[in-house]
Structures are given as structure tokens and as C-alpha cells.
């Protein structure tokens, strides 16, 4: 079962059929990861606050303003404050979203900007001890998104953690990563992972490869899989 950030009671879900992905209506009772808010004061502390008196499973927070490129310090103050937090929540997984600026596909000046702000929410994470960093690939060639997204890990000194992930999207135009087995490309032999919105995945449509769950064809980083096929699919545990 995946289920949207932010479902309901009721909401269409992705729902297992015969081994398939399909969309209809199911009661379901889960609390989906979702974005929660940065209060002023407490800074991103202010986030684990919010996620636990929701009672979410995972929570995930923008480093620094979506819409901009300008960095945002953390004070030795909030990132104690975050990481207390998280540990008296039991260790709440977390997630922190890439600016929607970074556009890795680019060329020029708007790749090197999309590569730095990248390896800064990559530096963020690590720090505040945050396991995941999601990023939109953006429009291009797809060798160059996964050339800046190395990059950005090498920028950042990133070993085995956060991890970054890249979201699979809706398609139009230029955009890398509607296609499973491109995301599949993307990640293969590398420390890269996938996030997979099940928002974009409908909005995309139908799509000839199919979203077969179980498929191991290099859906996952690291090395490994074989070549070409579908994105194999492994959930991990919130």
C-alpha cells in the first residue's frame, strides 16, 4: 500500500493488485510523511514539535526557503534543540526537500547554483542527523542530473548518510524521471535511491513500463540489478 502524503480517511491510494500499482478508493487509517512547519523562535525544532503532536510516522522540512537560493544558518542552539527532540520522539525518520530552484538537468550558471544548493541541504542533513535528502532531477539530459547529483554528495563529503533520493515526476517537456527505468539508470551503481510521489505517478498516467513491485532492476543504489526494465521497489519501514 503507498499512501500520499497527507491522506485521509477514505482518500484514493496506491493499492498492490496482482502485483501492480493501481489507483482506487480505500479506507485506510494511516498518517501519511508530510511537510510540517518551521515556527519562528525554535527554528526546524519547531518541526519534530508539530510531527509528534500529530502523531505522524515521518516528517519532512525544507532546509531554507523553497523559492531561494540563499542558504540559511543553523545555530548550534537549534540543531541541539532538533536532535533532542527527535531522540525523545524515539528517533521520528526525517526528510529534508531540496530548494524547487535546483534544476540538475540544467547547463551554465544554473547547474553549478543547482549543485551548491544541493550539497547545502545535503550539509544541513548531516548535521542535524537527518537519514534523507529528496531533490527533483529537473529538465535536461538526464547523464547531467546524475553528474550533479554526485557532485553535490562529493561537495557535501557525504559517506553513507543522509542519503540522497530522487523523485520521479510527472513528465512534460524536457523533465527526467517520469519513467521508471530512467529513474532506474539514474541510480544504478551509485549511493542514489528513488522517492517515489504517488501524486506525480498518477498525474503521469498510464505508462507503458508499469510500476511492477518486486521487479529488482537496479532500482536501488549501490550497485547491482541488471540493465534496462523497470524500477524494482523496496519500502523502507515508516
Given at each position: ?18 502485483g501492480r500499482a493501481v489507483r ?215
Open positions: 500500500l503507498l499512501v500520499p502524503a497527507g491522506a485521509v480517511l477514505g482518500d484514493a491510494v496506491w493499492l498492490v493488485d496482482d482506487r478508493p480505500v479506507s485506510v487509517g494511516v498518517r501519511a510523511p508530510d511537510r510540517v512547519e518551521i515556527r519562528g523562535g525554535i527554528g526546524v525544532a519547531g518541526a519534530v514539535e508539530e510531527a509528534t503532536a500529530l502523531g505522524l510516522t515521518a516528517f519532512q522540512i525544507f532546509a531554507k526557503s523553497p523559492r531561494s537560493w540563499r542558504p540559511r544558518a543553523l545555530s548550534p542552539a537549534e540543531v541541539e534543540a532538533f536532535r533532542a527532540l527527535r531522540e525523545a520522539s524515539g528517533g521520528l525518520p526525517a526528510v529534508i526537500h531540496a530548494s524547487y530552484l535546483v534544476n540538475l538537468g540544467a547547463e551554465g550558471e544554473l547547474w553549478e547554483k543547482s549543485v551548491a544548493s544541493l550539497a547545502d541541504d545535503l550539509e544541513k542533513a548531516a548535521l542535524l542527523g537527518v537519514e534523507y535528502v529528496v531533490v527533483h532531477p529537473g529538465s535536461g539530459r538526464p547523464e547531467r542530473v546524475k553528474e550533479g547529483a554526485l557532485k553535490a554528495l562529493r561537495l557535501a563529503g557525504v559517506r553513507s548518510r543522509p542519503v540522497l533520493l530522487v523523485e520521479n515526476t510527472a513528465g512534460g517537456g524536457e523533465k527526467v524521471g517520469a519513467r521508471f527505468e530512467e529513474l532506474a539508470w539514474l541510480v544504478a551503481d551509485t549511493p542514489l535511491q528513488v522517492c517515489l510521489d504517488t501524486c506525480h505517478a498518477h498525474a503521469g498516467g498510464p505508462r507503458p513500463d508499469g510500476l511492477v513491485l518486486g521487479q529488482k532492476v537496479g532500482g536501488r543504489g549501490g550497485g547491482g540489478g541488471e540493465a534496462g526494465g523497470g524500477l524494482g521497489v523496496e519500502v523502507d519501514p515508516y
